[in-house]
């Protein structure tokens, strides 16, 4: 089971961090990814990152401005928003794909967390 966390409202240029823990399973072999959807949208890849924590990919939309990263004894993912703006506006979900690779397609990915609002005011 996954559990997203750390959503909430800011305003344009401000920080979030969202967290996604991990229980009953160990996530240390899984890639972990970050996807979004916003109202009225389909769900994009946002951010995935290798088991090993040495290989991360993002969207061209938050490149330079998100860092996604893993504590694996923690079971634990994290994804560091800086620079928001309103269209960073969405739920964000993590994911877990048991392949080795970082796929942008969510079909890839076999475990869900529920979700976390995040809310930028302009």
């Known amino acids: 089971q996954l559990q997203a966390s750390g959503g909430g409202s800011v305003q344009a240029g401000g920080s979030l961090r969202l967290s996604c823990a991990a229980s009953g399973r160990a996530i240390s072999s899984y890639v972990m990814g970050w996807f979004r959807q916003a109202p009225g949208k389909e769900r994009e890849f946002v951010a995935g990152?290798?088991?090993?924590?040495?290989?991360?990919y993002y969207a061209e939309s938050v490149k330079g401005r998100f860092t996604i990263s893993r504590d694996n004894a923690k079971n634990t993912v994290y994804l560091q928003m800086n620079s928001l703006k309103p269209e960073d506006t969405a739920v964000y979900y993590c994911?877990?794909?048991?392949?080795?690779?970082?796929?942008?397609?969510?079909?890839?990915?076999?475990?869900w967390g529920q979700g976390t609002q995040v809310t930028v005011s302009s």
């Open positions: 990152i290798r088991w090993s924590g040495d290989v991360s």
């Open positions: 994911a877990a794909n048991s392949s080795p690779n970082i796929y942008l397609d969510e079909r890839a990915y076999n475990y």
